[in-house]
């Protein structure tokens, strides 16, 4: 293996706990081992905090994972033994909770489409 790869998927939502506490949950799985992908124990939290996801909240929280994942994408990682390994990235989540990483409108919002300025009246 000369340039080994990790595919890592990172995914984020929105949960509700019970009528009024609602916490964002940021999770990553490595999708190298597909056998194992869907089981609970290789998905891992690196995010988890109490409140809505906005915008604003999230790019603040996730501000040092951000630069994290860029630093790990562009100089990629080293091994004990001197192997680099390139890094993929992929990001999963829903609609809506996509949008708000992205600063755009919701699906349900008057101006919904990310790439014009058609309203959902016309």
Known sequence: MTHPEIYL????DGRNFG???????I???ILNDKNKLHQPENH????????IGKYEILNIVLKHLI???????????????GVKWK???????????LMICLGMNAANSKYFCPWCEVSKEQ
Do not use: A
């Not at 998927?9 to 984020?12: E, K, L, N, W």
């Not at 009528?19 to 949950?25: A, E, L, R």
């Not at 630069?67 to 033994?81: A, I, S, T």
């Open 27 to 29: 999770t990553f799985s």
């Open 44 to 51: 891992y939290t690196t995010t988890l905090y109490p409140g």
């Open 87 to 97: 890094i993929n990235l992929y990001f999963s989540s829903d609609w809506k909770f």
């Open 67 to 81: 630069v994290e994942l860029r630093k790990l994408k562009e100089e990629e990682l080293e091994d004990k033994h």
């Open 19 to 25: 009528k009024k506490v609602k916490h964002v949950m």
């Open 9 to 12: 998927r990172i995914s984020g």
